[in-house]
């Protein structure tokens, strides 16, 4: 139950972010949007992962 709300929580954060790095690009060109993107997917699959794994450890010791 935590797990998925971790990672539904984090595709809803990469959506956002996408969003804003797409209006951004509409706006400027550059490299650096390319950057931004990487950095965002980056943070959110960082994010997933490791709360993941730390909800995992958790409940591992209790047995459920």
């Not at 794994?53 to 958790?58: D, K, R």
């Amino acid at each position: 139950r935590a797990v998925s709300a971790i990672n539904l929580l984090g595709c809803a954060l990469l959506g956002l972010l996408s969003g804003i790095i797409l209006a951004l690009s509409e706006a400027n060109s550059g490299g650096w949007l390319l950057t931004v993107a990487v950095a965002a997917t980056a943070l959110c699959g960082g994010f997933t992962t490791f709360s993941t794994a730390m909800v995992e450890a958790v409940q591992e010791p209790r047995g459920m």
